[in-house]
């Protein structure tokens, strides 16, 4: 079992950056692939971004591409998401998510094993 705790949320005006955290403990994660989701209310939880259990293999949602970077620390059993230029349209709640199947570009919420409590971002105007 892996448990998944989001760090880093926050209020930022736009044009701001956060960095997101997404701490393991349980079962390293040495072995999965990592993901970000985001959801609003009333919206379906979307795909941000996503990481190769080796981090060799990055993949980005269009909306965050250039602006966002995922990364991985497996000694830390972490994975954060680095967040610049932020805009209000990236105002949601952030999960971490874990796909012990390492796809190689794991987009849908359906692949993932594991999720984390989420973290709000505000971004204000």
């Known amino acids: 079992q892996v448990q998944l705790v989001e760090s880093g949320g926050g209020l930022v005006q736009a044009g701001g950056s956060l960095r997101l955290s997404c701490a393991a403990t349980?079962?390293?994660?040495?072995?999965?692939?990592m993901g970000w989701f985001r959801q609003v209310p009333g919206k379906e939880r979307e795909f941000v971004a996503t990481?190769?259990?080796?981090?060799?293999?990055?993949y980005y949602a269009d909306s965050v591409k250039g602006r966002f970077t995922i990364s991985r620390d497996n000694a830390k059993n972490t994975v954060y998401l680095q967040m610049n230029s932020l805009k209000p349209e990236d105002t949601a709640v952030y999960y971490c998510?874990?796909?012990?199947?390492?796809?190689?570009?794991?987009?849908?919420?359906?692949?993932?094993?594991?999720w984390g409590q989420g973290t709000q971002v505000t971004v204000s105007s």
């Open positions: 349980g079962r390293s994660l040495s072995r999965y692939a």
């Open positions: 990481i190769t259990s080796s981090g060799g293999t990055t």
């Open positions: 998510a874990a796909d012990q199947g390492d796809a190689i570009v794991a987009i849908t919420t359906g692949l993932y094993d594991y």
